[in-house]
Nanobody, 123 residues
Framework: QVQLVESGGGFMQAGGSLRLSCAASGSTFSSFAMGWFRQAPGKEREFVAYISWNGVNRYYADSVKGRFTVSRDNAKNTVYLQMNSLKPGDTAVYSC????????????????WGQGTQVAVSS
């Protein structure tokens, strides 16, 4: 089992940057692949980014490709989401999630979730 806690959300003007962190505790962090998801008000949760257990494989939603970068530091039990060139459409609650298997962009396939951190981008 693994516990996840996100941080780094906040308010930002369009064009700005934020870096989200997701700190893990409990089980062996390096055995988990990690995903970032987001949910805007009135919308379904959507996939944002994925990173494999060793950081080699990374995938992004088309809407964030080229602007967001996912990374991880297994020594620090932390995964990051660097968000650049933010847009008002990026406003959402961002959550990290863990799974023991490979790539998936479906939230149903992730076993452990953090509580989420709010990101709000103004125009």
């Amino acid at each position: 089992q693994v516990q996840l806690v996100e941080s780094g959300g906040g308010f930002m003007q369009a064009g700005g940057s934020l870096r989200l962190s997701c700190a893990a505790s409990g089980s062996t962090f390096s055995s988990f692949a990690m995903g970032w998801f987001r949910q805007a008000p009135g919308k379904e949760r959507e996939f944002v980014a994925y990173i494999s257990w060793n950081g080699v494989n990374r995938y992004y939603a088309d809407s964030v490709k080229g602007r967001f970068t996912v990374s991880r530091d297994n020594a620090k039990n932390t995964v990051y989401l660097q968000m650049n060139s933010l847009k008002p459409g990026d406003t959402a609650v961002y959550s990290c999630a863990a799974r023991r298997r490979g790539y998936s962009d479906s939230s149903d396939d992730y076993d452990y979730w953090g509580q989420g951190t709010q990101v709000a981008v103004s125009s």
